[in-house]
């Protein structure tokens, strides 16, 4: 249930922003950035900050959005169709611009533009676009809604639904990781990493034209999800150290999604899946820091303190 307060937390400083509390809470924490669009959480910024920060991306996973005048809906990124699926997913471009706004793309009439359109997406897609009226500027402010409901009016009973049928819609076992009683911001860095949506540069790549899908640590390979946690040179070391040497062959072989849950059911042994999870958030954190710090250096025992902190959790169990 936890989650789903959160949520409401952050469904109300979006919609009501002028709320004392929302104020105050943004005017510490929120940088000037769009909660509907992104939401980041320093490591010194409070406990509530950081916990809304790392609901952050489902939260948005659960909102659509009701198309006023268009012109804060962002043409492909958002969910605005009816389908509930950004359009991104459909573009039949190598790269497109995601600046536009919905608004944007209409005819100087403030018609569908028909030519851009065609140009952009498949034909089966620009037929079910252009039966929705293009939006007007008498028919006031876009709007986000909430999914789980009919009226689009968040309430935590259905933020709760949506995430327990969210933790189900994916095979794969999750009560291992639902009944996992480490830390909380780990938890949700492996819900979020196997549900493939880390924030890696290939990922990135795919939205922005000027972002570079190579990995920025080995410059080799593109960096996917399983490069960073697994096949880059700095993970591959040491999860050669951590790794019985008999289960070796099987670990650098599985995709993704197999690697994650079969090591997050604690594939070797009872400690495994507390040791494969740190290790996995602080492959991330490191790759971040790498990244974003400029005077980050890379640890000498990277799986001394990997260890140390696994061990920690399964004692506190
Ligand atoms: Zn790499």
Redesign the pocket.
Known sequence: MNEAFLMKILWNMINRPDDLWCKILYNKYGRNTDLRVSINAKSYDSPLWRALAGIGDQFRSHTVWQMGNGQKVNFWLDKWMTDGHSLMNHSTQQMVDTTLTVKDTLTATGEWDINFLTANLPLTIVNQLVAIPAPKDTDGPDALGWSGTNTRQFTVQSAYNLQRGNYLSIDGNWKSLLSWKGPHRIQTFMWIAAHERLLTNFRRSKWRSDISPT???????D?TII??LR????ATQIWIRLVASNHITNFFSLTCRDWIFYNMEGAHNKEWQTIFMVACWHLWTWRNKSIFEDDFRRLNNPTHVILKMAMEIDRCE
């Open positions: 990995c920025s640590v080995c410059g080799n390979e960096e490069h960073v096949d880059c040179i700095h």
